[in-house]
């Protein structure tokens, strides 16, 4: 980013912040413009469903609307959006049953290991969404996705080795789900 | 659970879920985000109002604290 955009920027976050009326809405179209598809990936790597990926950035960014105040600018607004995304997300996730999620999965499981079979897939898939949700998300982001455990503590707000100990509590109550339905990882 | 049961349960779990990637909604979401604005006029959070509910019982219950509350404001 150049100096000049920079500059642009800061101003525009300054004014978020601030909550001035004369300035407010501009600077949240701002960055909700600037922000929404970061938003919008992050959600869908949580939730796995297009259509409440999009409900959920909006809810998103109606709770940073609604705590502009709160913004800390060192913090940067990237990283205190993934927070509130993850929140509502979690939030989802805790409203909606295990077999009505993780639709994207399922329709589109990679060809890959070959010894793995389409069965212990789904039924991997299907284990995975009764975890609970907080093990999920870890999970998900750590393993799936195989972020860096120090990102994934940010966005949680929790510290990197809870974040290992929730990873490591998924993975054995999956293993654990899945040699119950005689299927032995 | 060993080391090697982990491995291979994250394995198993990159095979049975795949990577969301780089996706992006279809549109753009901004005329959602106005419809809900106009839906739902900005609030104070519940934590605010917790906030003042607290401060309010606690001015009850030491009003001598009030003035150095002041004074510190």
């Known amino acids: 980013m150049r100096d000049g955009e920079r500059d642009v920027l800061n101003s525009v976050l300054d004014e978020f912040r601030r909550g001035d009326p004369a300035t407010f809405n501009d600077a949240f179209e701002t960055l909700f413009r600037l922000h929404q598809r970061t938003v919008y990936g992050w959600v869908l790597r949580i939730v796995r ?63 890959g290991d070959p010894a793995i079979s389409e069965e212990i897939r789904r039924k991997t898939t299907e284990a995975f969404a009764r975890l609970a949700p907080k093990l999920r998300i870890a999970a998900v982001l750590a393993v799936v996705e195989e972020l860096p455990h120090k990102e994934v503590a940010a966005a949680l707000g929790i510290s990197v080795a809870a974040v290992k100990v929730r990873v490591f509590r998924a993975l054995r109550l999956l293993r654990k789900d899945l040699q119950e339905r005689g299927i032995t990882a | 659970m060993n080391a090697h049961d982990e491995d291979r349960m994250k394995q198993l779990l990159k095979q049975a879920i795949r990577p969301a990637g780089d996706a992006e909604p279809e549109g753009d979401l901004w005329p959602a985000m106005l419809q809900r604005l106009d839906a739902q006029p900005a609030a104070p959070p519940w934590f605010d109002w917790a906030l003042a509910c607290g401060l309010a019982v606690f001015a009850v219950i030491f009003p001598a604290a009030i003035p150095v509350f002041l004074y510190y404001l």
């Open chain 1, 49 to 111: 469903n297009p259509a409440a990926a999009e409900d959920l950035t909006v809810e998103t960014f109606w709770r940073i609307y609604r705590t502009h105040a709160r913004f800390d600018p060192s913090r940067g607004f990237e990283a205190w959006a993934r927070t509130i995304a993850t929140h509502a997300a979690y939030d989802w996730l805790r409203t909606k049953r295990p077999e009505a999620e993780l639709l994207m999965d399922v329709a589109a499981s990679p060809a």
